[in-house]
């Protein structure tokens, strides 16, 4: 678990793959908040940069020089209805994940 005051950013990184992936996937609460389709060079996101409940989410996918794969999540601003699970998956990759609370 990771915990957050209320109001503060809340950053993430979950995935490292040496293996580029060709599916990149952000959940909340097994709600998929992003995903990223690297053969359909296809990027979507209800978190970014406000979802419905209007908070404020930055994920980026990038590869580095030696190939592998990062994926990180910013959230800013966050509030205890960002609390929650919070897991990464990708092809090629086990999914993992982190538990974050943000008091209020």
Same mark, same amino acid.
């Given at each position: ?6 109001? =503060? ?29 690297? /053969?359909?060079?296809?990027? @979507? =996101? =209800? ?13 980026? /996918?990038? &590869? ?11 959230? /800013?601003?966050? /509030? &205890? ?11 090629? &990759? ?7 609370? @943000? =008091?209020?």
């Amino acid at each position: 678990m990771k915990p957050f005051q209320n109001r =503060s950013d809340v950053p993430l990184r979950l995935l490292q793959s040496i293996i580029p992936p060709q599916l990149v996937t952000w959940h909340h609460n097994d709600k998929i908040i992003y995903y990223k389709d690297a /053969t359909a060079s296809k990027e @979507v =996101s =209800s978190a970014a940069p406000e979802d419905e409940n209007g908070r404020r989410a930055h994920i980026v /996918t990038d &590869t580095d020089a030696s190939d592998k794969t990062h994926s990180r999540l910013l959230i /800013t601003d966050a /509030t &205890t209805a960002d609390s929650g699970n919070y897991t990464c998956q990708a092809s090629h &990759t086990e999914p993992d994940s982190v538990y974050v609370f @943000v =008091s209020s």
